[in-house]
């Protein structure tokens, strides 16, 4: 299941030692600090991860991440949420 989250959308929040305390939506958990998960995706070829270089917009342009980042979905798990 492909979601792709929009500012108004609920994501599981947890306390100090990952104990589900909530949700709250996504643009919250980013202007206050709520702990919550997130989800990368690696692509391996024979020589190890392959990374790719960020376009020039959004956050951190030009630095190199995962191929898929993302915040599962609130009640979604972690390989629902990588898928």
Same mark, same amino acid.
């Given at each position: 299941?492909? #979601?792709? %989250?929009?500012?108004? @959308?609920?994501? !599981?929040?947890? !306390? @100090? #030692?990952?104990?589900?305390?909530?949700?709250?939506?996504?643009?919250?958990?980013?202007?206050?600090?709520? $702990?919550?998960?997130?989800?990368?995706?690696?692509? =391996? #070829?024979?020589?190890?991860? %392959? =990374?790719?270089?960020?376009?020039?917009?959004?956050?951190?342009?030009?630095? $190199?991440?995962?191929?898929?980042?993302?915040?599962?979905?609130?009640? !979604?798990?972690? #390989? @629902?949420?990588?898928?």
């Amino acid at each position: 299941m492909v #979601n792709i %989250l929009h500012e108004n @959308e609920m994501i !599981d929040i947890y !306390d @100090e #030692n990952m104990n589900h305390i909530g949700m709250a939506h996504k643009k919250e958990v980013h202007t206050k600090p709520h $702990w919550h998960k997130n989800v990368h995706v690696y692509v =391996l #070829n024979d020589r190890g991860v %392959l =990374l790719q270089q960020r376009a020039n917009k959004g956050q951190f342009p030009f630095h $190199w991440d995962t191929a898929v980042v993302g915040h599962p979905t609130a009640g !979604d798990t972690m #390989n @629902e949420a990588a898928q």
